[in-house]
């Protein structure tokens, strides 16, 4: 049985970062990763993807409403969705070698699968147990769902599948005002997509400051998008040639319809933590799913400690 002094399950920008530094500390150190590329949600379909179709969208709105004050002239560029994608994952590619170079560089072994807790001390992945001092709980969150919404990541989907439509769509429904369905409908609607926000609450990204939420909700309308707030979705309605969103206002309890082509479901993340064996091994976890630590991130298991996320 392999042995090791610290095993972190989950290769994102805590894990992974985690990971390096006990390496560099002179631990014994691997890192269970079930993805074919290391990263994480984040470097894979999250923050890294999102931030390069944002500047990619940025970049056509300058030239379409900026370049001419600075006196840049000339002919307004055409968007190629295919050719934008394919900039994407070339960004996606370039930051995951960056961390796959650093595991070799430190001499972190990356144990390929999934990984599970079967007890204090020891890690599962595959059907391969090993041994080690310490673990670190790595693993992220994970889109959280709509209580009787399906996603299909073509035409309801996440953010996730947001990253990979086949096509720009002519008109989108963000379902949630956080920062993840904000930001990717503001990419899409300076591509020219029609994007409604639909919000239970009555402010955009809950939790900010009130005038920051004020100013970042109007320079959203500037760029195209429309805001309906303090709605509920009810159902979301596929049809053959549209999908149709249905959404009651908090206010007076009237009911609403919207037509569109793309549903993005931005309801928030939740713990990814399913299959790691927690209850059994006693973890103790918060009511909304979160690993309860202490100060220095330990777990009440000794030898287990949990970053990020998770």
């Not at 709509?146 to 599948?161: A, P, Y």
């Not at 939420?213 to 509920?232: D, H, V």
Request: glycine share 12%; aromatic share 6%.
């Amino acid at each position: 049985m392999a042995q090791y002094d610290v095993i972190i399950i989950g290769s994102g920008p805590g894990g992974y970062v985690a990971a390096i530094r006990c390496a560099q500390l002179g631990l014994k150190t691997a890192c269970v990763e079930g993805r074919e590329t290391l990263g994480g949600t984040c470097l894979n379909v999250g923050c890294i993807p999102s931030k390069a179709l944002l500047h990619a969208s940025h970049q056509l709105h300058e030239a379409e409403h900026n370049f001419a004050k600075m006196g840049l002239m000339g002919k307004t560029p055409t968007v190629d969705w295919s050719q934008m994608l394919a900039y994407k994952d070339e960004v996606i590619n370039g930051n995951t070698k960056g961390v796959e170079f650093l595991f070799k560089k430190n001499k972190i072994d990356w144990l390929k699968g999934w990984g599970s807790i079967p007890e204090a001390g020891k890690v599962k992945v595959g059907d391969t147990l090993y041994e080690t001092k310490n673990i670190i709980i790595a693993s992220g969150s994970e889109p959280s769902a709509l209580s009787g919404i399906d996603v299909d990541e073509q035409v309801v989907v996440t953010s996730t599948g947001a990253l990979t439509l086949d096509k720009i769509p002519r008109r989108m429904v963000v379902i949630g005002a956080g920062v993840i369905g904000l930001e990717l409908g503001s990419v899409y609607a300076r591509l020219g997509t029609e994007v409604t926000v639909v919000e239970f609450l009555d402010a955009i990204t809950p939790g900010m400051d009130a005038e920051v939420q004020k100013t970042f909700q109007r320079i959203l309308k500037k760029q195209g998008m429309r805001f309906i707030m303090g709605a509920a979705v009810q159902d979301v309605e596929r049809l053959k040639t549209k999908t149709k969103v249905s959404y009651k206002l908090r206010k007076d309890d009237s009911e609403h319809q919207l037509d569109t082509d793309v549903v993005l479901v931005a309801t928030g993340r939740k713990p990814f933590t399913d299959g790691l064996g927690l209850t059994e091994l006693g973890v103790e976890i918060s009511d909304r799913g979160q690993i309860k630590t202490d100060g220095h991130w330990r777990t009440n298991i000794p030898g287990i400690y949990a970053i990020g996320d998770a």
